[in-house]
């Protein structure tokens, strides 16, 4: 059976590959693939060539030592995590044609695990090889130990997330009886979070009073390899050892004892008694929908933003439909997900003695504001670039083309624009002793106007790029990602690095004027009143950027009208 | 037929994908209250035709005209007076069955929707099913979803692209039911299928087509009596065979 699973395998990466060669055929990809490959050379292997000249980064071995510790915690850090982390509590994955031929031959369960660990075999040899380049080591035994290093450490890690998920379906399954039938397991995550948090209490002060930041890595690695934490962190130690190993006899010391890691992690998952044929039947089903409809499927029912009614442009109709997309598929709770991640990095800024936590969350603020403005729209894609897969549908209602770009590209614009207020709200009132350290302190009413150009400059610049996003979209539909989905490959990356050089210079172009227009009337009200007035150029920006987005999405409806839905290629 | 009354209006309608022609010179006219087959053997150009009538593909040439506006010229007001069910069932994955239909009553101008929703919800056998997301439906409830909305602004031209895939025996008959009524109520409806004895049940006429050219055209009495169609028998399915053979 195992030889059917290679050739399984061996069958569905060739495949692969030959598709991908054969879709080069088409210029797009081939373009594509020809500016990846000039990124891919400028990006990962020009500095390897540098480096042998002497001039590079140094290798891992200056500081193997704190990478390894550094290395050890994060690799325990996903071993704790994925007892709670939501995805990592899903089944084991297979694809529905997996689950229509082998969950209905004469398979083992066994075999059935043996065949996951087979097929993502190959992925973790290319990652392998892939952080290898990017990591450049300085010989060529280092670069084997490193790939083969990291191939070990993947299997480990991903045979021990498959015993959690197994763990964890189980618990799921058996409620109290199953927190018995996982005892082991649980004891040795509980005690070695405990040990390790108890440590992290310790040797808190001494890591923050660390004069220097070697200082204070020297005294992380202490922490990490003694006492009761360097117990606990042995096996990660061990694991993360591998791939920096300097010599073949480092890595042969530490390859016995992963090997041994791998082999327990092994026994582990064969001996869980959790029944995962069904979950992942249903989650290949899921997966199944979302590859069809080329969109994640929602996982809950959200009430629609307003009411809709009856009398109205369509373009609120798009937008009413938009806002619900959204809210199907973004949660409050995963909105909740970043706040301990910000209370972290507000405490973090505290504890390093420069700021009290809430300048500190009011300089977040600002600068997440900034971040919205510049990247947001291009990571909000509830639009046309996601309807794009339903165009069939669209286009067959009375409905302008001008009036669907408009509709579509107004619900990002408005849920990022309120984002970004809220944050300028939070950044005036919480990071203002920031500005001060900038020089004088600002007054009360000098805050109000930045704070004020800045809620008046956002939405245009939002709006702005939303309109380029989505007239790249009608202009280029081949070169776009329909749905939720992206190509992959060297040349799907190519087509990206050259879709967003197009963005750039489209955005920089249709912000000329309003820029233009802004600043002659902030240099004519200087000259008239001997202040720096904001807040009206800011307004004429933003009136002409909007007149801009307007003649834009009438130029583009144009267009959408003679799309055919067949440009619109679905990804692999 | 008079000019004034014609509702669908195909004139040399030519679709071609890159060297391959899909539809060929295809020309019909439809009118009020007529359900016309459009049958023909895979890649026939029946979906293509279809595509093109209601705006979703442009015409590589020739001209359309839906209720008297050119689909080409004036897409607006040719696309209010049309509906078309596609064989695959599109709906927004995110959306409620009540949702696409307060969707669709606002794109398309219907005043009364909550009336008229709940008789098509309870005629197409979805009622209770309001607020469930396309994902918690079978397939034939898809269909019957995209049905619904295509009927809620009653169109006076009803495109069917297979609809009875998916559906379940009730279903069927129900479907049947339904384009028949729209037919008598005086809406020009084209059903393309493949399911022969649908066709013959429920169709006033009957447009054969293959290799993306007009074969035959006409109600089955007129197609039995044709002197190429004459020796094929009596039911469409032998008029059909004889029809595409020959043309092959």
Redesign the interface.
Not at chain 2, 54 to 58: C, F, L, M, N, R
């Given at each position: 059976m195992l030889g059917t699973f290679a050739y399984l395998t061996w069958c569905s990466f060739k495949n692969r590959v030959r598709r991908r060669v054969q879709r080069l055929r088409e210029p797009r990809y081939l373009v594509g693939l020809v500016v990846g490959a000039i990124y891919f050379y400028f990006a990962l292997l020009r500095p390897r060539a540098v480096s042998r000249r002497g001039r590079g980064i140094p290798g891992f071995g200056s500081a193997a030592g704190a990478v390894q510790s550094v290395a050890s915690v994060v690799l325990f850090a996903i071993a704790a995590l994925a007892w709670v982390w939501p995805g990592a509590g899903k089944p084991i994955t297979f694809s529905r044609a997996e689950v229509q031929f082998l969950f209905t031959a004469p398979v083992t369960r066994r075999q059935l695990l043996h065949y996951r660990l087979i097929r993502s075999q190959l992925s973790m040899l290319l990652s392998s090889a892939l952080i290898t380049m990017v990591a450049r080591p300085s010989t060529l035994a280092n670069s084997w130990m490193s790939v083969a290093g990291l191939w070990l450490v993947f299997m480990t890690v991903r045979l021990h997330l498959i015993g959690v998920a197994l763990s964890r379906t189980s618990l799921a399954q058996h409620g109290r009886s199953g927190v018995w039938r996982q005892w082991l397991p649980l004891a040795v995550v509980f005690g070695a979070v405990g040990v390790l948090v108890e440590t992290a209490i310790q040797g808190w002060p001494d890591l923050v009073s660390a004069p220097d930041v070697r200082t204070a890595f020297l005294e992380l690695q202490r922490l990490c390899s003694t006492g009761p934490a360097g117990v606990v962190l042995w096996p990660f130690h061990t694991l993360a050892a591998l791939p920096l190993a300097q010599s073949p006899d480092q890595f042969a010391s530490a390859l016995p004892w992963v090997l041994l890691l791998i082999g327990l992690n092994y026994v582990w998952v064969l001996r869980s008694d959790a029944a995962f044929e069904e979950a992942s039947a249903e989650h290949a089903e899921r997966r199944g929908l979302e590859t069809a409809s080329a969109t994640a499927v929602p996982r809950r029912s959200a009430s629609a933003p307003f009411r809709l009614g009856l009398i109205g442009p369509p373009e609120t109709a798009i937008l009413w439909k938009n806002l619900i997309l959204l809210g199907r598929y973004v949660s409050a709770r995963t909105l909740l997900r970043l706040l301990p991640l910000v209370v972290a990095l507000g405490l973090a800024s505290q504890a390093s003695g420069h700021v009290g936590l809430a300048v500190a969350v009011g300089g977040m603020c600002i600068w997440l504001g900034l971040m919205l403005m510049l990247m947001g729209p291009q990571m909000m894609r509830n639009d046309l670039r996601h309807d794009l897969a339903n165009l069939a549908l669209i286009k067959t209602w009375p409905v302008s083309g001008a009036a669907i770009v408009r509709g579509e590209v107004l619900a990002p614009a408005i849920v990022m624009s309120s984002v970004i207020w809220l944050l300028i709200v939070l950044g005036a009132l919480l990071g203002q002793p920031l500005l001060a350290r900038m020089g004088e302190p600002p007054t009360a009413l000098e805050v109000l106007g930045y704070a004020l150009s800045a809620a008046i400059l956002a939405p245009p610049v939002v709006l702005s790029q939303t309109v380029v996003l989505n007239g790249i979209a009608v202009l280029f539909p081949a070169w776009s990602s329909v749905g939720t989905s992206r190509a992959r490959g060297i040349d799907a990356m190519g087509q990206r690095l050259l879709m967003m050089a197009g963005l750039l210079v489209t955005l920089a172009i249709s912000l000329v004027p309003g820029a233009a227009v802004a600043a002659a009337a902030m240099f004519a009200a200087y000259w008239m009143t001997g202040m720096v007035i904001l807040v009206v150029p800011a307004v004429l920006f933003a009136l002409v950027v909007l007149a801009e987005c307007w003649m834009a999405t009438e130029l583009l409806g144009r267009v959408l009208d003679r799309t055919d839905v067949n440009a619109i290629e679905p990804v692999e | 037929m008079y000019t004034a009354l014609i509702v669908i209006d195909v004139q040399h309608l030519t679709k071609t994908?890159g060297a391959f022609k899909a539809v060929d010179d295809l020309s019909f006219l439809v009118g009020p209250g007529e359900v016309v087959g459009l049958i023909g053997p895979n890649g026939a150009g029946k979906t293509s035709t279809l595509?093109c009538l209601?705006?979703?593909?442009?015409p590589t040439s020739g001209s359309i005209t839906i209720a008297r506006h050119s689909i080409v010229s004036d897409?607006?007001?040719?696309?209010?007076a049309?509906?078309?069910m596609?064989d695959e069932p599109?709906?927004?994955?995110?959306?409620?069955v009540m949702?696409h239909l307060?969707?669709t009553?606002?794109?398309?101008?219907?005043?009364d929707?909550d009336a008229r929703a709940l008789r098509l919800l309870d005629e197409l056998e979805l009622t209770g099913k309001e607020?469930l997301?396309p994902?918690e439906l079978s397939r034939g409830m898809k269909q019957k979803v995209a049905i619904a909305c295509g009927l809620l602004h009653d169109p006076a031209v009803m495109l069917f692209d297979e609809p009875l895939t998916g559906l379940d025996p009730l279903g069927i008959r129900r479907m049947k039911e339904t384009i028949v009524a729209r037919g008598r109520a005086g809406a020009a409806v084209m059903v393309s299928s493949h399911l022969l004895h649908l066709v013959e049940e429920i169709c006033t006429r009957v447009i054969i087509i293959d290799h993306g050219r007009k074969i035959a055209d006409g109600t089955l009495d007129q197609l039995k009596t044709t002197p190429e169609l004459v020796s094929a028998g009596a039911s469409l399915e032998q008029i059909f065979l004889t029809a595409t053979a020959r043309e092959s």
């Open positions: - | 994908y595509r209601v705006g979703i593909q442009a897409p607006v007001a040719a696309k209010s049309l509906a078309f596609a599109h709906l927004f994955e995110y959306l409620t949702e307060r969707l009553a606002r794109i398309y101008h219907v005043p929707v607020h997301l994902v």
